[in-house]
């Protein structure tokens, strides 16, 4: 069972947040 909670998600949804915003800057 693979569970959401923990330091991978929180690296993981760093991670995409950051790609958002690079992404979000690219765009801009």
Do not use: D
Request: charged letters at 10%.
């Amino acid at each position: 069972v693979h569970t959401f909670r923990g330091p991978h998600w929180c690296e993981y949804c760093a991670n995409f947040m950051w790609g958002l915003i690079a992404q979000g800057v690219k765009c801009a």
